[in-house]
């Protein structure tokens, strides 16, 4: 089997009017200002999109807040309308505020008591610390006087047993 030979497509449609030829006129060239490349016309279409999807984004989120709004409204409404027993409720909730804060008060006063006795004390044993390195200073310094005078003592006695020796050695009739 053997397909059929291409066809040609039809030429031109002949002329409406016998006496005019048909002529196309060929497209103006387009302004140069107006060229748009490929990846500028990219560009835009994805700067259009997001804004699209964010302006979609921002009216849910409109809508969304709205409805929030409207509950948050209806529910207030509600409680001024229900005040009758809420208000004892609250008010207990007030006071257990109250004496909790007291408390806490208190506290804070015990706290700041306990901070003034430690600094008065961190205050006496500094001074106590002073007093201490005061005393040791005196004290190596009594101790070095009380060397000395052992010394110049042991020095005196010696000198005293030469004078003792030599008034014996006298006293025997000696040179």
């Known amino acids: 089997m053997q397909e059929p030979p291409p066809t040609t497509p039809p030429p ?12 196309t006129t060929p497209a103006a060239p387009a302004p140069v200002a107006d ?3 490929e990846s500028d016309l990219v560009d835009r279409i994805d700067r259009t999109r997001f804004w699209a999807t964010f302006g979609s984004v921002a009216a849910v989120l409109a809508a969304i807040l709205g409805v929030i ?13 229900n005040n009758d027993g809420s ?5 207990r909730q007030v006071s257990s505020l109250q004496t909790d804060v007291a408390s806490l008060k208190s506290q804070t006063s015990a706290t700041g008591n306990v901070k003034s ?5 961190s205050t006496r ?14 004290q190596a ?18 000198r005293v047993d030469q004078v003792e020796k ?6 025997a009739g000696g040179p």
């Open 35 to 37: 060229v748009v490349y």
């Open 166 to 171: 030599a008034q014996e050695q006298q006293a």
């Open 87 to 91: 208000n004892a409720g609250l008010r």
């Open 12 to 23: 031109d449609p002949p002329p409406t009017e016998p006496t005019r030829r048909v002529v």
């Open 141 to 158: 310094k009594t101790n070095t006087n009380v060397t000395k005078l052992q010394s110049d003592l042991t020095d005196l006695t010696s």
């Open 125 to 138: 044993l500094d001074r106590l610390g002073a007093q201490v390195t005061s005393i040791s200073d005196a």
């Open 69 to 81: 709004a409207l509950v948050v409204a209806l529910q207030a409404k509600d409680d001024a309308n």
């Open 117 to 121: 006795q430690v600094n008065r004390i």
